[in-house]
Structure formats: C-alpha cells, structure tokens
C-alpha cells in the first residue's frame, strides 16, 4: 500500500495486487515495482502486516536447517536466527472484497526524482504537487505538466539502492551551483549515448553514457530505503547506473526443498506442531510436558531419551547442517518401487512417487520415476541487484556472498509452498561414465572451462566449475521442457526444472532431471505430466529434433564461450532460437547450456553428443 504526504484522512485502497508467490520469488523486498501511476519500492518484512489471525506459518525442518547453514555462511548479517517453530510465514493474503490496512505489505514510493513530461525539468518529488492521481509540475511559461517518475536510479552488487546522483553527476567539475536547475533530454532511441542531463544555471550537461563507467561514480551510499529510514550501512562498492525496470534491478536468493517424508520416524515432524511448548525445554522437563495434551498426542508411543535425540537435533543448526538438501530427494526418488495397477496416492500424502513400468528405453537412461503428488517449499533468503549470486548444485547460497537484508527485526523469512506433480528422468551412469572418458566431451569441457574462467575473473566470489554432466544435465532439461508441454496441457513458462547433479569430486553419483508442475495452493494439479513421463522415448525424440538444428545456425553452433566478444562465456551452442525458456522455469537464468553435449551440433565433434543417435531409431 502506497502512503503519499498530503493524502485524505480515511481509507485508501491498495494501489496494486501482486500473488503471495510472487512476492517470494520476484517481488520481494526492495523490489522495484511500476504500478499504473506510481513507481515503488515493496518495504521489507517490518512493514508487512499478517492480520489479526496472523501469518500462516509453513514448516519443513530439513529446508529450515539448510538456510540456516546459508546464512551463517554466506556473510550475512550474524543477528539472523530463525524461529523454531515459525521459520518460514506466507506472505499475508489480502481480501479483494474487502482490502485492509491491517492486511497488506506497504510500498514506498521511489524514486524521489521525477522527469516532467511537457517541459523535461528533473525534480524532485516534494517539489511537485499531487493532483488528480498525478503529480504536477510548474513548468516556466507553460502549463502544468505531467510529471513521472525517472527511470534511472543508482545501485551497488550488494542491493543497496540510492537515487541517482544527478547533481553530483551533470557537473563533472566538482562544483555543484547554488541552484541547479536540471533538465533530462532524451534522444528517439533511448540509448544512453542520446540521454543527456543539463543544468539550466551554469550550462553544463553530460552523457549519460558517462554513467556506465564506474570510475565517473561515487561511492555506494549504503542507503537500503526498503528497509525504512536511517538504515545506511557501510559500503565499499561504487554506485552503478541501473534502469529500475530493467532484469538486473533485483535477483532473489532463493532456497527449496521437497518434502520427502520418512516413513520410519515421523518424530521430526511431529515435534514441529508443538515446538512453541518445547522450544525451551530441558530434558528433565520432558514427563512433565507429557502431561499437556498436545504434546502427549505428538509424542505418545516415544521413549524420552529419542524424544530429546530428535528435538536436540532440529535445535542444533551445525547437527542440522550436515545433510545436503537435493542428495536426499535423489536417493529417495532412486529407491521408489516399480507402480502397481491401481496403486493411487492417498489424499493426505504430501509426497507419492513410482518408478514407472517401461520397456526399450534408450540405453542412455536407467529409470523413470512419476510423482503425482509432491510438495516443494521456497523460501527467499536475501536478493542481489546487478549480478545474480549462483547457487552450487544443491540449489544452496553458502558462497561468502553478502545479501541485501529482507528486514530488520525478524526470525522469519517468507516462503510458499507448493503443490503439484514432476517426472524424474535419471540418467544411466554407465552410460554417463563412459560418455564423460570420450576425448571429444574432455576437448569440448576444456572449452567451456576456459569460458567459465573468462566469466569468474574479477568476482569475488563465484562457485567451482560445475563440470561438463551438468551442461548436458541442464541442456536437455530445456529440451524436454519444450517438447513436453506441446503435449501435457501446461505451457512450457508452468513447467519449472530441479537439476539433480553431483560435482565431479562428489563420490555419491547423481543424474537426474525434475520437470514438476504446481500451484501455490492446496487443490495440487490434474495430471497431465506424470502421464508424458510414460511418453518419454516420443518425447526423447522429439527434443533431439528440436536441439539437432537450430534456426540460428551456423552461428549459434560454432559458438564457442571461450573468448567471446558478445562475453556469452557461459554458453556454447545455444540461443534463443533453440535452448532459452522462460525465466520462472529455469534454475540458472539460462546459462550453462550447450546442445553439442546433447545431441550432433553443426560445427562441432559428433563425439561429445550424449545422444549421437536419435533416440527410438
């Protein structure tokens, strides 16, 4: 909700509506948001108001446990400690019929300089006059014009976000005149070399492509306006010219799990429905604690002494730290038995996988796992601007990156959960193995190496090399998202991927490709992709169609990552024309893609294909 100086005692409707999982995943706090009038800023959790039945808190421990790990890791503010029993809240659901104050996350206005549209005069918002669901300017022999807010602002790598210098910036001598009078005139393209800011009063104007080089910038302010006000911090980094529509305005950390339930001890669980009574428990208070009804009914049937194992374990953030979060979903997917005729999940399940019943598939994969119903937690753990923080292939944040903080005063993090359905794809490791000793897939990861070296020069931090398994991993993953929602009633945007990939040192071995589908509510999905999981040698064929030629070819196909001039260091033959898919469904922000991996590539070696024949034939 947007609040303005000069506003009318009384109600005020909401000025937009943004869905409770967008809010964790890509309008999250600091996030730069245009609404039909307006330019805000979404505030950080201090400004979200849950209602007076207050948040609705989701709870998955080994998830809880990993993001814990995250944060004590990754250079994040030390104060951050979660909730035992309330980590992770939904972000708070407002009533379209009825829309409160009460319910609702408050939005800042931002930025504070505004560009009239008659007369181009840049100004700042409390010079201006708020009318009519506008605000006005005075323009100098002319009439009021409309005023909007500009489009450029200022930001450094570790989110902090600052309006743009301009005075500072148009008068390149040092010297700012008592009363600046600016001007932004804008060329017919929009590019940067035709953007020039102007100082009416001492004739001065500069490019704003000047902008783009860090040495002409000051120093990062350290201003985090998201969080309230007199929240600077210190900060080492120069500002950065950023458009505040643009994609690299804000990156989210995000962190998931599926729920992965273990049959042989549902303790865990069970402690976390009552962990707001045992949360400072000591191991003598536990015969007295059985007296209370709820946790009598969590633990009855429990000794004390593995009653107080577990909970000690779910307090411990280092003991809870050692498990990794996707190794365990792959091996539970691995151990699924074959389906049965008539075997259908029960409703309560959150979690139902069988490997499916098929024959004559391609010596390339060993199994095909179908999970009609699965339950996948994500959290957000922080945001980046400029450049976004890759996570290793635990989908994990222990990096040393520093994230933008989500609030001040809070030991929770916003998360959704979802509900749907997946088919896993495992690939045979034999075959793997011996695909990865071919002289042509060690000359063609050599390559890409080189590139992805190109690309790590000059971060501070960046995680290892992730190895030539996962591009192909990764490439044929886009490939089968795109032949498969031709046929399974989704679009290719609703089908998102889980990477199931173990580093090169790893010694437990892993393979495999997630294409799930959900919604954010508890109805789950109808089917229709666990039923292409029993299609998978058509759909096989079908991506090795769509990967074999590309509309961009030649080009795209001898594209080597390695000394590019376009600086795609983290690509090989791919392109929008054939591997990019929508960004909500892609782990990676499309990189670490490659079709030579996959499939015979104009251009380069038929010996790198994991797939040198169509598949099927």
Request: hydrophobic letters at 35%; proline letters at 6%.
């Amino acid at each position: 909700m947007v609040t303005r100086r000069g506003a009318q005692r009384g109600y005020e409707p909401p000025q937009g509506m943004i869905r409770q999982s967008q809010v964790v995943t890509t309008f999250g706090p600091g996030a730069m948001v245009d609404l039909v009038h307006d330019a805000v800023l979404i505030g950080g959790l201090d400004m979200w108001s849950m209602g007076r039945e207050g948040a609705t808190p989701i709870a998955e421990p080994r998830l809880r446990a990993r993001v814990l790990h995250a944060l004590q890791t990754q250079g994040g503010d030390e104060r951050v400690e979660l909730s035992l029993d309330r980590p992770f809240l939904e972000p708070p659901a407002g009533n379209d019929d009825a829309p409160s104050r009460a319910v609702g996350i408050r939005a800042l206005e931002f930025p504070r300089w505004f560009v009239c549209q008659s007369c181009r005069a840049l100004v700042r918002k409390d010079q201006l006059e708020y009318k009519g669901q506008r605000y006005k300017h005075a323009c100098v022999g002319r009439s009021n014009g409309d005023a909007v807010p500009v489009r450029f602002v200022s930001a450094c790598p570790r989110g902090h976000l600052d309006d743009f210098p301009w005075r500072f910036f148009v008068h390149t001598d040092g010297n700012i005149c008592s009363t600046p009078q600016l001007y932004l005139d804008e060329g017919s393209s929009g590019d940067f070399s035709e953007v020039r800011v102007r100082c009416e009063t001492c004739q001065q104007s500069r490019s704003l492509s000047d902008a783009k080089t860090k040495e002409q910038m000051p120093r990062c302010s350290g201003d985090r306006p998201w969080l309230g006000v007199d929240t600077l911090e210190e900060c080492e980094n120069k500002q950065q010219l950023i458009v505040r529509t643009a994609s690299n305005s804000y990156f989210t950390q995000c962190m998931s799990a599926l729920t992965i339930p273990d049959p042989h001890d549902e303790l865990k669980e069970k402690l976390m429905e009552v962990m707001d009574v045992l949360r400072d428990a000591d191991r003598d208070d536990l015969p007295v604690l059985r007296k209370v009804k709820r946790v009598k009914l969590a633990i009855d049937g429990y000794s004390d002494h593995r009653v107080w194992a577990t909970l000690a374990g779910l307090r411990g953030p280092a003991a809870e730290g050692s498990d990794e979060l996707r190794t365990p979903e792959f091996e539970r997917f691995s151990s699924e038995s074959v389906e049965r005729s008539g075997e259908l999940p029960r409703e309560s399940d959150l979690f139902f996988a069988r490997r499916a019943a098929l024959k004559d598939l391609p010596p390339q994969i060993d199994r095909v796992v179908l999970a009609p119903k699965l339950r996948e937690v994500r959290v957000q753990i922080g945001f980046t601007r400029l450049e976004a923080a890759t996570a290793n292939l635990q989908g994990e944040f222990d990096l040393g990156v520093q994230p933008a903080r989500l609030g001040l005063n809070r030991d929770w993090l916003p998360a959704t959960e979802v509900h749907g359905e997946g088919v896993l794809v495992i690939l045979s490791e034999h075959a793997l193995a011996a695909w990865e000793g071919r002289p042509e897939v060690q000359e063609r990861e050599a390559e890409i190496h080189a590139g992805y070296e190109r690309w790590a020069t000059g971060l501070d931090h960046h995680p290892p090399f992730p190895g030539v398994r996962f591009y192909m991993l990764h490439t044929l993953s886009h490939l089968l998202i795109t032949a498969v929602s031709l046929d399974c009633g989704y679009a290719a945007s609703a089908i998102r991927e889980r990477i199931y990939c173990s580093a090169p040192t790893d010694d437990k071995k892993m393979a495999g490709i997630l294409l799930s589908t959900g919604t954010s509510g508890s109805e789950g999905t109808l089917g229709g992709l666990v039923e292409q999981g029993r299609r998978i040698q058509h759909h096989l064929a079908r991506a090795w169609d769509l990967a074999s030629l590309c509309s961009s070819d030649p080009v795209c196909g001898h594209h080597s990552p390695n000394g590019d001039i376009a600086e795609r260091y983290l690509s090989g033959a791919a392109c929008h024309s054939c591997l990019y898919i929508a960004e909500c469904s892609c782990e990676r922000h499309n990189r670490y893609l490659d079709r030579a991996l996959v499939v015979p590539v104009i251009g380069q070696l038929r010996g790198a294909a994991f797939f040198p024949d169509r598949p099927g034939t």
